[in-house]
């Protein structure tokens, strides 16, 4: 699995970014998570491509578990 997570760094959306990609690490250690620098109030997170959550979409930060829970329910039953 291949998670990104786009970040703002004007708005220090960094602490956040990191909390998220070492909760994933814990939640799914063979994980692939990329932090990604960028600017304009941003905060997406995509798995394997596809976006699963996205501040501006939505209009907020996710409440604490959201993400997590989000990549859960996106990942392939085998």
């Known amino acids: 699995m291949r998670v990104a997570i786009e970040y703002c760094v004007i708005c220090n959306y960094e602490p956040r970014a990191a909390a998220l990609a070492a909760e994933i690490h814990q939640a799914f250690p063979h994980a692939d998570v990329k932090l990604i620098q960028a600017s304009g109030g941003i905060f997406e ?8 959550f996205s501040k501006e979409a939505l209009g907020r930060h996710a409440a604490p578990g959201e993400i997590l829970q989000l990549i859960t329910q996106a990942q392939p039953t085998t």
Do not use: I, N, W
């Open 45 to 52: 997170v995509e798995m394997d491509g596809r976006k699963v």
